[in-house]
């Protein structure tokens, strides 16, 4: 089954407790994707990869990490997590192009103390 | 400037009539593509709709269409015969040929009213 997995589904951390998302594809995507959600701003881009090694910041990209030693995973690195990083974090992939559709992951429910 | 504009954070609507949610965008790109993700209350995005810029007819998805003008840079998803399902989150997003970034709205929370 095509899909995009997410781990943890759910979190709670401390402030300054590093922590890893990760993500993975199985679908081939060359372009990978991390958001966060908060209520009334809608989704917003942390950061991006555009194939192996390439990866750009976001909107969002302050206190976050990434990396993309393979094509399928795309893990997201919080070294010192705040407050204001409480979040409800997705995963996404999709071809290379603006004719193609991104496909989700279920969601990281994400609650630094 | 925001690239997505969804100016509607909630609508409602009678079950089985029609509804339309806004959305306008913002690109000097001639290529770029233009989607509707649907978010239940359980969390997860859903795929509904796609439009590119050089298609000439409006998309359509079974009950989902999409009112597609690009002139005045409009991108509104059409539900039509609403459905209680179709109670959720409706976000407006795009891509663009240059640079790439997905840009999302706000969202627009639907209801739909027996």
């Known amino acids: 089954e095509a899909q995009v997995t997410q781990n943890p589904r759910y979190l709670i951390t401390v402030t300054g407790k590093k922590l890893t998302v990760t993500c993975s594809q199985n679908?081939?995507?060359?372009?990978m994707s991390w958001y966060r959600q908060d209520p009334g701003l809608g989704l917003r881009q942390i950061y991006y990869?555009?194939?192996?090694?390439?990866?750009d910041k976001g909107d969002v990209p302050e206190g976050y990490k990434v990396s993309r030693k393979e094509k399928r995973n795309f893990p997201l690195i919080l070294e010192s997590p705040s407050p204001n990083q409480t979040s409800l974090y997705f995963c996404?992939?999709?071809?290379?192009?603006?004719?193609?559709?991104?496909?989700f992951g279920p969601g990281t429910r994400l609650t630094v103390t | 400037a925001q690239k997505i504009t969804q100016t509607q954070p909630g609508m409602f609507v009678q079950e089985k009539e029609a509804v339309t949610l806004d959305c306008t965008y913002d690109?000097?790109?001639?290529?770029?593509?233009l989607f509707w993700y649907k978010q239940p209350s359980s969390g997860e995005m859903i795929f509904l709709i796609y439009?590119?810029?050089?298609?000439?007819q409006n998309a359509t998805e079974g009950r989902y269409s999409l009112n597609f003008q690009k002139a005045r840079k409009s991108a509104n998803l059409v539900i039509s015969a609403s459905q209680l399902g179709d109670s959720a989150m409706y976000f407006c997003a795009m891509r663009e040929e240059t640079g790439n970034q997905f840009y999302f709205g706000t969202g627009t929370s639907l209801t739909v009213i027996p």
């Open positions: 996404a992939s999709s071809f290379q192009g603006e004719f193609y559709e991104q496909y």
């Open positions: 990869s555009m194939n192996v090694e390439v990866t």
């Open positions: 690109t000097s790109d001639q290529s770029y593509g």
């Open positions: 679908m081939n995507h060359e372009y």
């Open positions: 439009q590119g810029s050089y298609d000439e």
